[in-house]
């Protein structure tokens, strides 16, 4: 036998050897830690066989009334609602609280997994054994798309539901980084990686941690927590399957939430770091219309421990409009009053143009209605979204065009959309005003791209007195010769010596003609737009083009043109021209445009990942030999703006990832990613050459 094979054969003999060591070791310590846990906790209820399958359940309150099912969370067991079925606001009801199918002191069906339909079916069963016929379901965390798929199962047997802290929509990962390193290194070795005690006790703490935020851990529940969450690798296995079983068929199972009739009340806490309430509870609020939200102030993840009094009256409002038939069948269509349903593009393009001007507060606004830029609109037609698609991410421009109060709800629409397409987003230019609509969101990676300069053109004058330089360039540029002047954009479209300075200013960029939210604006593109024109002798030399910003009572200076021989101060003179003549108008607000990766507003997020940081430090150390960013940050400096806004990359990821960052490069690109990169890299090595002819000559 070949010396490197019988090498190979007996370390792999040992590596399986040591595996199945391993295993047994800590299956026996974990055997014995169940069997001390079951000896300090012992069972608290009663179990039923269904299907083979032992149930543990507790059972409380009145067996004449209305009853009440309480299920537990994917990490918890039937304790989560002692305290709900404590006191006597509930005396009346039939309380039954089960260890859910593979947790706590209930089994599985050996052999089957841990999915949503099978546990399902066997409480169904089990509540029939029962002899309960109809029900009030109530559903913590995860429980909550199980009582959602329940309902929808058994429409007849539900009475009315209750959710709390619900995730019940797919997202763009798993909830949670275990979870979504288990989708890639498969349920079997997560299982053995959670047996081993110190990632168990790990992961339990920070779990009940960020649960029960902002309230603290009660002691006798860590202990209780501890000893009975997760002791067997059953009971693992359990956890790990259903959440990555659910994770699959969410999106399914979300699109069929509308044809629930029973009456739903839907509770959340407002520092929920678990489960983000804009993306689940909020979304399944819009989605079934006769549904009630409950928003408790100061309130986490973990309401069944922390806030039961608030569960019990919710519960008791649910069979009160039971009894009422508040909740009688509607007649709704998850599509039916949809907006962009048979609109032709031009219909759909004027009402984003109607939105803009209604709503309109981010600079880049205006810039949603420039070509190739596509538009997803609000279900009722009231708020819309700009984007590029690439790399199975969607590039939207600044945020959403809608009512400042709507901000978070139609962030989450547009990024539960995205989902269903197998999408992630990115904000690209969000605002501060975004982030603070998204503020109790954990689940957007923010990076700083740049700052924009803003003015109040009412202060304009003030500057130039105090900014004796900036005068110097304008005289300058008035002796040569220079006159500007505010053209009509029907004269300005038919102009061609304006076409030629275009034409000049576009041959002489370094880069490739970028796109998306600077993309060259043609002369036939000037409706709504404001153009100021520079002359000499009667001969355009430049021009700027101002487009508005509707809700700030201002303007974007999205484009100023230099034809090639134009004098220094060309620039600088119809800068000054725009500001005195929006400061007549009574304009509120201009701004310059996006830096991109000035620091002048670092402060305002921190790059959180060490790859991403470096990768801005090499951006900025090397981008000029792509774009003189520098000078442009220089240039709009000299104006002395009146602030400078922080503009973001906004993605909902709970990091930045390689991915978006093409993405967003692609949005730019003018054509396929690659071939835009080689052409830029071409250009990088031209513009090397020249300073290295320019440092040569200086020599000589």
Not at 2 to 23: E, R
Not at 423 to 435: G, H, I, P
Not at 535 to 560: H, Y
């Amino acid at each position: 036998m070949d010396a490197n094979l019988l090498s190979n054969f007996i370390m792999y003999l040992l590596l399986t050897t040591g595996q199945v060591l391993l295993g047994a070791v800590l299956y026996r310590r974990a055997v014995f830690s169940s069997r001390r846990a079951e000896a300090v906790y012992p069972p608290l209820g009663s179990f039923i066989t269904v299907e083979g399958c032992r149930l543990h359940y507790v059972r409380a309150g009145s067996s004449g009334g209305a009853s009440v099912v309480l299920l537990h969370g994917s990490d918890g067991f039937l304790q989560d609602f002692e305290q709900l079925m404590d006191g006597p606001s509930l005396e009346e009801f039939d309380l039954i609280a089960f260890d859910r199918p593979g947790h706590g002191y209930s089994m599985l069906i050996p052999g089957q997994p841990a999915t949503m339909a099978l546990q399902a079916h066997l409480i169904h069963s089990a509540l029939q054994q029962l002899g309960i016929s109809q029900s009030i379901l109530v559903g913590h965390s995860w429980s909550a798309a199980l009582c959602l798929f329940y309902a929808l199962e058994y429409p007849q047997e539900t009475v009315g539901i209750v959710l709390l802290s619900p995730w019940i929509y797919r997202t763009a990962n798993p909830p949670s980084p275990l979870l979504h390193a288990a989708r890639w290194i498969g349920s079997h070795l997560s299982i053995i990686f959670l047996t081993l005690p110190l990632v168990k006790r790990l992961l339990l703490k920070r779990s009940l941690k960020q649960a029960f935020y902002p309230a603290a851990i009660p002691d006798d529940y860590e202990r209780k927590a501890n000893a009975l969450w997760l002791r067997t690798p059953e009971q693992i296995a359990a956890f790990v399957q259903e959440n990555l079983d659910a994770w699959e068929h969410l999106e399914k199972l979300s699109k069929r939430y509308a044809e629930i009739t029973a009456p739903l009340e839907i509770i959340i806490g407002d520092s929920d770091r678990t489960v983000d309430a804009q993306y689940h509870a909020h979304a399944l609020h819009r989605a079934i219309p006769h549904s009630k939200l409950q928003i408790i102030p100061q309130a986490g993840h973990e309401l069944p421990q922390t806030f039961p009094m608030v569960v019990q009256s919710a519960i008791i409002r649910c069979k009160e409009q039971a009894d009422s038939g508040l909740a009688e069948p509607l007649a709704y269509s998850q599509h039916s009053n949809n907006f962009s349903l048979e609109k032709t593009e031009e219909t759909l393009r004027r009402r984003a143009r109607e939105l803009v001007f209604q709503h309109g507060w981010n600079a880049t606004a205006y810039q949603i209605l420039n070509p190739d830029i596509q538009h997803w609109f609000s279900y009722d037609g009231t708020a819309v979204v700009g984007y590029a698609s690439h790399f199975r991410t969607r590039v939207a421009a600044g945020a959403p065009i809608c009512e400042e109060s709507r901000l978070a709800e139609v962030v989450c629409d547009f990024e539960q959309d995205a989902m269903r397409y197998g999408e992630r987003v990115c904000w690209f230019a969000a605002t501060s005003r975004m982030q603070k609509a998204l503020v109790n969101s954990t689940f957007h990676a923010a990076l700083v791209i740049g700052a924009q300069p803003a003015w109040n053109p009412g202060h304009w004058l003030d500057i130039l007195h105090k900014n004796a330089s900036l005068r110097a360039q304008l005289n300058r540029a008035k002796h040569k010769g220079v006159v500007v002047t505010e053209w009509p954009a029907e004269h300005a479209s038919e102009n061609q010596g304006l076409q030629r300075c275009l034409d000049e200013w576009l041959e002489h960029h370094i880069l490739p003609t970028l796109h998306f939210l600077t993309e060259p604006v043609t002369l036939d593109r000037l409706i709504d737009r404001r153009i100021f024109v520079a002359e000499v002798n009667s001969q355009p030399v430049g021009f700027l083009i101002a487009t508005p910003v509707p809700s700030r009572n201002g303007w974007l200076v999205e484009q100023i043109v230099r034809a090639h021989g134009a004098v220094n101060g060309t620039a600088e003179l119809m800068v000054d021209a725009v500001m005195r003549a929006l400061a007549l108008d009574g304009c509120e607000y201009i701004t310059l445009g996006l830096v991109p990766l000035s620091q002048r507003e670092r402060r305002a997020a921190k790059t959180p990942t060490l790859w991403l940081r470096m990768a801005m430090k090499w951006a900025r150390l090397h981008g000029r030999r792509f774009y003189n960013f520098e000078g442009l940050d220089s240039f709009k400096a000299k104006f002395k703006p009146d602030s400078w806004e922080p503009l973001f990359a906004m993605s909902n990821e709970p990091r930045m990832s390689i991915r978006t960052l093409m993405a967003i490069m692609a949005a730019f690109s003018d054509g396929p990613l690659l071939w835009t990169f080689a052409r830029a890299m071409a250009a990088a090595a031209r513009q090397e050459a020249i300073w290295l002819w320019q440092r040569v000559k200086a020599i000589k």
